[in-house]
């Protein structure tokens, strides 16, 4: 059974900075593209950033460009997203995604991937 569970989420003032993490189980994540997509009330899920499988490129949304930085550990099977100078507009439950067979032009679309986690809550005050 594949899981994906994210941690490391919390209440930050506008500023600071959190890691959140993507482990996985039942599944190998460096075969995968990985994924962070973002989800705040009453808006649809939004991609954040996208880690291609085979060539390990990145691909950021511009909202955070700059600001956040995705990253693979293989030997833990764990996916990590730094996010340094959050602002109050980075609030939302965040979920990463895995898919083995998603196309690079769809990235960033939430219904090609096949695997998610159950999120997990980023709350930044100003």
């Known amino acids: 059974q594949v899981q994906l569970v994210e941690s490391g989420g919390g209440l930050v003032q506008a500023g600071a900075s959190l890691r959140l993490s993507c482990t996985a189980s039942?599944?190998?994540?460096?075969?995968?593209?990985v994924a962070w997509f973002r989800q705040a009330p009453g808006k649809e899920r939004e991609f954040v950033v996208g880690?291609?499988?085979?060539?390990?490129?990145?691909h950021y949304a511009d909202s955070v460009k700059g600001r956040f930085t995705i990253s693979r550990d293989n030997a833990k099977n764990i996916v990590y997203l730094q996010m340094n100078n959050l602002k109050p507009e980075d609030t939302g439950v965040y979920y990463c995604?895995?898919?083995?067979?998603?196309?690079?032009?769809?990235?960033?679309?939430?219904?090609?991937?096949?695997?998610w986690g159950q999120g997990t809550q980023v709350t930044v005050s100003s």
């Open positions: 995604a895995a898919s083995s067979t998603i196309i690079l032009s769809a990235i960033a679309t939430p219904s090609q991937y096949h695997y």
């Open positions: 039942g599944r190998t994540l460096r075969s995968d593209t």
């Open positions: 880690l291609w499988r085979s060539s390990g490129t990145t």
